[in-house]
């Protein structure tokens, strides 16, 4: 199966292993909840699904590399303790708590969380010394004389013996104490994560147009020369960073994260020629400004391949927008919640000490969320964002000196106005930018191949996808009406649209 299947699999797992009954009791008990042994290569994104499957289930997460744990870490150390048996006193050897058991219990004191993940990575891969004591573990859900904590779930990873020489075969006894799933490599599903993710726009559309690049993994004469998800997605991160300082990334940057030769060879060409494009074409004046018409008439005559990275160019850029309008809309609703629970308590006691109060609080459940891994890249940036305006909310009161808590919170909704006008304007820009997008693709290709190309990465990525379904796009519709959003895709945009009804009392506020 695909990761996304695999992730759907361990979100029902954790839901039924987690029921529990009107007195309180877990459905399935404790010694029938198998722990999950998850297979498959590496570098395809098995730590990620456990971090987002925390987030999206509201439970804790304590991730191990178990290779990287010896006997003593794991079970913890003998000592001797006087017992009496029988009126008899004798020496009897205990262990000291396993250092991974007790950092779950440490993760439930920190987070307040007391149901959660213990994921265990390489799980297949420990030492002759430790592996006893892993099956042990994965059969009885104890580490030496310690048990799991009850609402825990186990999720061992693995990898397949063709991409570790490591790795040793599990018996029948523990096979059958498990519930195993075997994962592969799927570049669609993980095109859904990476355009989240905003993945660069040159290895999008590189990918896009060489799937078989994706993930590679063989062994030559050379060596091991591999090409994984984990590597395109750290690449992504250095090209940004050496693009802000001006650092270029040529086939060697490069060959340090995708080890296979070739593949890398074959990037870096596409990278130079991506930007020739970028610089050639101008995407930010085709559609925020008013270029486009010569653009247009030389792009119609390019080869295909030039045709396919400048529309990739274009989705980056759009993507941008996208995800700013889609910041900004956060941003308000965060922010406006946070105003109106604070309406009254300004009005009734000191405005500025409930502001402080309040900055206080939010500060406190930030890094609180931040710890328990709660929090996704957007909404860590939201709330801290919230956290900006609201002590400059403060600053400015503590200077107006306003006369009672009515005028403060009057103050504070005037400037907080500036915000709903930041939302729209990102809202308009990013509608501007793909009219534009529709008009300059239209006059260049009609509707050829390369705009349905264009429409289908639309409809992929998540931004653009929720965009569209939130403010419309008439060019959109226009030429996509096999394309069309199906209830399938609008029911998975529901699920994360959960913000329309705030924002029609925002429009009262």
């Avoid at 960073?241 to 994260?257: A, H, T």
């Avoid at 759009?318 to 889609?326: K, N």
């Amino acid at each position: 199966m695909n990761i996304k299947r695999a992730k759907e699999e361990i979100a029902h797992t954790i839901q039924a292993y987690m029921a529990k009954d009107t007195y309180g009791n877990y459905l399935i008990p404790s010694i029938r909840q198998r722990p999950i042994l998850l297979m498959g290569p590496p570098g395809i994104g098995k730590t990620q699904i456990m971090e987002q499957l925390a987030r999206e289930c509201g439970v804790a997460l304590v991730a191990y590399t178990i290779t990287h744990h010896t006997r003593q870490s794991a079970v913890g150390l003998p000592f001797i303790r006087q017992k009496i048996y029988g009126g008899q006193e004798y020496s009897v050897t205990e262990y000291t708590m396993s250092e991974i058991i007790a950092s779950v219990y440490e993760k439930m004191e920190a987070t307040g969380l007391k149901e959660g993940i213990l994921f265990l990575d390489e799980i297949n891969c420990v030492s002759e010394t430790l592996a006893p004591t892993m099956l042990q573990f994965l059969q009885c859900k104890t580490f030496g004389n310690q048990k799991m904590p009850e609402g825990w779930l186990i999720v061992a990873a693995g990898n397949p013996p063709e991409y570790n020489k490591s790795v040793k075969e599990f018996d029948l006894v523990t096979l059958d104490r498990v519930k195993r799933l075997d994962v592969e490599a799927d570049f669609q599903v993980w095109k859904e994560y990476a355009y989240r993710q905003g993945i660069h726009g040159a290895i999008m559309a590189y990918l896009e147009a060489r799937k078989e690049s994706f993930y590679q993994i063989q062994n030559t004469v050379d060596g091991l020369a591999f090409a994984t998800a984990r590597g395109w997605e750290d690449l992504s991160q250095l090209i940004y960073v050496y693009e802000e300082l001006g650092i270029p990334v040529d086939r060697q940057v490069i060959q340090q994260y995708i080890q296979y030769e070739k593949i890398a060879k074959d990037f870096a060409n596409y990278l130079e020629l991506y930007y020739k494009y970028q610089k050639d074409y101008n995407v930010e004046e085709i559609l925020f400004g008013d270029g486009g018409k010569g653009a247009a008439l030389r792009l119609r005559e390019a080869p295909f391949d030039e045709r396919l990275s400048v529309i990739g160019l274009v989705l980056a850029r759009l993507g941008e927008a996208f995800q700013e309008a889609y910041g900004q809309d956060l941003l308000t609703v965060e922010l406006f919640e946070t105003l109106k629970a604070l309406k009254q308590p300004m009005a009734e006691s000191d405005p500025l000490q409930q502001l402080s109060q309040a900055i206080s609080q939010r500060g406190e459940e930030l890094e609180r969320l931040k710890k328990a891994g709660q929090l996704d890249r957007w909404q860590e940036r939201t709330r801290r964002q919230e956290l900006s305006l609201l002590e400059a909310y403060g600053q400015k009161l503590a200077q107006a000196r306003p006369k009672d808590g009515q005028e403060a919170f009057g103050l504070v909704r005037e400037w907080f106005q500036e915000q709903p006008k930041a939302r729209q304007q990102a809202i308009q820009r990013a509608a501007d930018g793909l009219e534009k997008a529709f008009g300059f693709l239209e006059e260049a290709f009609g509707q050829g191949q390369e705009l349905v190309v264009f429409i289908t990465e639309l409809a992929a990525n998540y931004y653009s996808a929720k965009f569209i379904d939130e403010n419309g796009s008439e060019p959109f519709y226009r030429l996509n009406k096999n394309l069309l959003f199906g209830e399938t895709q609008r029911n998975l945009l529901k699920e994360i649209d959960k913000m329309q009804g705030v924002l029609d009392e925002l429009a009262k506020f």
